[in-house]
């Protein structure tokens, strides 16, 4: 079980909560923890997920944070929140 807690960017009146780019960034480096977590086939909980050597923990985040810094993953998941088409 695993599960991820943020503090982003909250909604206002006239738009929506808008990720500020390090939010975003942020929101995939913890999701690589997640996902750590998640897929392991660990046996022992003491062995698995972030409870591992330091190098091997964050080597899954900062590869998802790679995502946030290349045109084509940005325009895939993301838009202009009033016209979907716009990248």
Known sequence: ????????????????????????????HEFGHVMHQVCTKARFCEFSGTKTERDFVEAPSQMLENWCFEEEPLTRMSGHYTDPSKP
């Open 1 to 28: 079980v695993a599960a991820m807690v943020a503090n982003f960017t909250r909604p206002t009146k006239d738009k929506p909560s808008l990720l500020k780019h390090g939010e975003v960034v942020t929101f995939f």
